[in-house]
Nanobody, 118 residues
Framework: QGQVVESGGGLVQTGGSLTLSCVVS????????MAWYRQAPGNERELVAR???????DYADFVKGRFTISRANTRKTLTLQMDSLKPEDTAIYFC????????????WGQGTQVTVSS
């Protein structure tokens, strides 16, 4: 099924930056559209950004112009560069296949906590 491990979260001030990474193991990566999701307390998990197999990105409106998603197929790695962070970006961030494209996902990882202070 494949596993993911997310890293790179932390505590930053408003306007700061973080780079999240996700490494996939135990399954293929290159043929899959990939995505970053986030979940804040009391909220459902929501799509943040996705990237298809041709490296075309797509972003949720609330992160457009601030976040950049990229992938490195040889390293089975998905990256999310987050700039101009806002307190409302505070959440646990997860990576997985793009569930709008794939019905079978990797096992969910524990995610990485991002906290933006005001």
């Amino acid at each position: 099924q494949g596993q993911v491990v997310e890293s790179g979260g932390g505590l930053v001030q408003t306007g700061g930056s973080l780079t999240l990474s996700c490494v996939v193991s135990g399954s293929s990566f290159t043929p899959n559209a990939m995505a970053w999701y986030r979940q804040a307390p009391g909220n459902e998990r929501e799509l943040v950004a996705r990237i298809n197999t041709r490296n075309l990105p797509d972003y949720a409106d609330f992160v457009k112009g601030r976040f950049t998603i990229s992938r490195a197929n040889t390293r089975k790695t998905l990256t999310l560069q987050m700039d101009s962070l806002k307190p409302e970006d505070t959440a646990i961030y997860f990576c997985n296949k793009d569930r709008r494209v794939h019905s079978s996902l990797y096992s969910w990882g524990q995610g990485t906590q991002v906290t933006v202070s005001s």
